[in-house]
């Protein structure tokens, strides 16, 4: 028998509202709102998020099933690290059996653990095979995510895709559909000058991506503004390629 | 401690690869070809063998809307064409059905005369509900008997719960995006006022 499911019903509803007084297709977001519930019943997980990045390329929150979920995504945001952000910004799945030891993402953990927010698995959610943003779930207790939960909450993720992808279909000009066309349009070159940025600088993804958003926010610019400035400069630059 | 990058089976490509021109088109697909997609997708999800669905046309008979294998398929036309099974029992009563052993469920002989030879072993039927109705069922099927646990009751719930979510918006009048007939609900339900009131007198 598995144990109640802590769902906070206003978190959810508080979510749902505020994205539906944005102008987006309150259909998805009713749709989206299910899948984040479904999602904590089928995988038996303390909670579920999604996250969609903005136009700064900085993963922002949809909606989520309770508020130590939201606060991840929050936290997350606020630092530019954790396993939501790395399965973004690498585009593949990323899971941590335990985020209070984990010290891939101290500020991270540091700031999230005291919620109980223990095991999490991100996974990425993409549109036409772009990454537009991620599907998150934790657990209250240390958990190895077994090869047979990565499957299903891939597959379950393709799902959330789905559904996503009626937001565009709907061509409501709301805050996330606005959001999905613009990370659809600039990931291309967003993910060029991030690889340039890696062999430039000896950097990885995920610091060469926030060097780029740092470069944005400083300059006041989009992400994808900056990184076709970059792409230019090197190109200017550098020799022939023939 | 044992955490890290996971592979991510073909659909991934990590951000320092290879890179492309543009982001590849968008799949187009209809409200129908997207319901297909996400029933078909129950059954990895759910991790059981097969999954099908039905839901009440604009008719108010209940017609196949997607199923994840050949088994699958079976089982939903099968019930169709009897008329009777527990997918067509939970989208009368409201209610989940669980069958831990079709050969030996004797409510639904014919069914499992049909279906056991080809590998149904177990079902388990959960309502499908638009705005509190009863609409159609998603139906989980296992090839060999299994006693459906609490746990995969209550995933199957909510994910007919979560299809019923999609539906909510499919069935609302709109201009833009056709409803495909299997969504059209409203007048199913005109048609078949029974299935309703019959769902609501058991509901608690």
Same mark, same amino acid.
């Given at each position: 028998?598995?144990?109640?499911?802590?769902?906070?019903?206003? $978190?959810?509803?508080?979510?749902?509202?505020?994205?539906?007084?944005?102008?987006?297709?309150?259909?998805?977001?009713?749709?989206?709102?299910?899948?984040?519930?479904?999602?904590?019943?089928?995988?038996? !997980?303390?909670?579920?998020?999604?996250? !969609?990045?903005?136009?700064?390329?900085?993963?922002? =929150?949809?909606v989520s099933s309770d508020a130590p979920g939201h606060a991840l995504e929050e936290v997350e945001a606020a630092h530019g690290e954790g396993p939501c952000t790395d399965s973004f910004v690498n585009n593949v799945v990323t899971s941590t059996q335990d985020l209070a030891s984990d010290e891939r993402w101290p500020r991270t953990a540091s700031t999230i653990g005291p919620l109980g927010v223990r095991a999490v698995l991100g996974l990425p959610i993409r549109l036409g095979g772009v990454p537009l943003g991620t599907l998150d779930v934790y657990r209250r207790t240390p958990h190895d995510w077994d090869a047979s939960e990565h499957r299903a909450l891939r597959r379950y993720g393709e799902v959330v895709e789905i559904i996503l992808s009626s937001a565009l279909a709907a061509e409501?000009?709301?805050?996330?559909?606005?959001?999905? $066309?613009?990370?659809?349009? =600039?990931?291309?070159?967003?993910?060029?000058?991030?690889?340039?940025?890696?062999?430039?600088? $000896?950097?990885?993804?995920?610091?060469?991506?926030n060097h780029l958003r740092r470069a944005a926010r400083a300059r006041r610019r989009k992400v994808g503004d900056v990184a076709q400035e970059v792409l230019d400069e090197h190109r200017a630059s550098g020799p022939p390629t023939d | 401690m044992s955490a890290g990058r996971?592979?991510?089976?073909?659909?991934?490509?990590?951000?320092?690869?290879?890179?492309?021109?543009? /982001?590849?088109g968008l799949p187009s697909r209809s409200a129908a070809g997207r319901l297909e997609s996400i029933v078909v997708a129950a059954a990895e999800v759910l991790r059981v063998d097969s999954v099908g669905a039905?839901?009440?046309?604009?008719?108010?008979?209940?017609?196949?809307?997607?199923?994840?294998?050949?088994?699958?398929?079976?089982?939903?036309?099968?019930?169709?064409?009897?008329?009777?099974?527990?997918?067509?029992?939970?989208?009368?009563?409201?209610?989940?059905?669980?069958?831990?052993?079709?050969?030996?469920?004797?409510?639904?002989?014919?069914?499992?005369?049909?279906?056991?030879?080809?590998?149904?072993?177990?079902?388990?039927?959960?309502?499908?509900?638009?705005?509190?109705?009863a609409v159609g069922n998603l139906n989980a099927i296992a090839r060999q008997p299994h006693r459906w646990t609490p746990g995969e009751i209550r995933a199957a719930g909510a994910y007919?719960?979560?299809?019923?979510?999609?539906?909510?918006?499919?069935?609302? /009048?709109?201009?833009?995006?056709?409803? /495909?007939?299997?969504?059209?609900?409203? /007048?199913?339900?005109?048609?078949?006022?029974?299935?309703?009131?019959?769902?609501?007198?058991?509901?608690?």
């Open positions: 028998m598995r144990r109640p499911v802590p769902i906070d019903p206003d $978190q959810l509803a508080t979510s749902l509202r505020r994205l539906e007084r944005s102008g987006d297709d309150p259909d998805v977001l009713h749709a989206l709102g299910a899948a984040v519930l479904a999602c904590v019943e089928i995988f038996d !997980v303390a909670g579920c998020g999604l996250m !969609v990045a903005d136009e700064h390329q900085i993963l922002r =929150h949809v409501r000009a709301g805050e996330l559909t606005q959001q999905l $066309q613009y990370a659809l349009e =600039h990931r291309v070159v967003i993910e060029r000058a991030v690889g340039y940025l890696m062999a430039r600088d $000896q950097l990885d993804a995920v610091d060469a991506f | 996971d592979a991510d089976g073909d659909r991934g490509r990590p951000i320092a690869g290879p890179t492309i021109d543009r /982001p590849t039905m839901l009440l046309d604009a008719g108010g008979s209940l017609r196949l809307i997607g199923a994840s294998d050949a088994l699958a398929r079976a089982m939903e036309d099968t019930q169709i064409e009897l008329d009777d099974g527990p997918g067509i029992e939970a989208t009368r009563t409201g209610r989940d059905v669980a069958v831990a052993d079709l050969a030996r469920a004797g409510r639904w002989r014919a069914l499992a005369e049909r279906l056991v030879p080809i590998g149904g072993g177990a079902v388990l039927s959960s309502p499908i509900r638009v705005h509190d109705a007919a719960r979560m299809i019923g979510a999609l539906l909510e918006g499919s069935a609302r /009048p709109r201009t833009d995006d056709p409803v /495909p007939e299997t969504v059209d609900l409203e /007048p199913a339900r005109a048609v078949h006022p029974t299935l309703d009131e019959e769902a609501r007198a058991d509901r608690p």
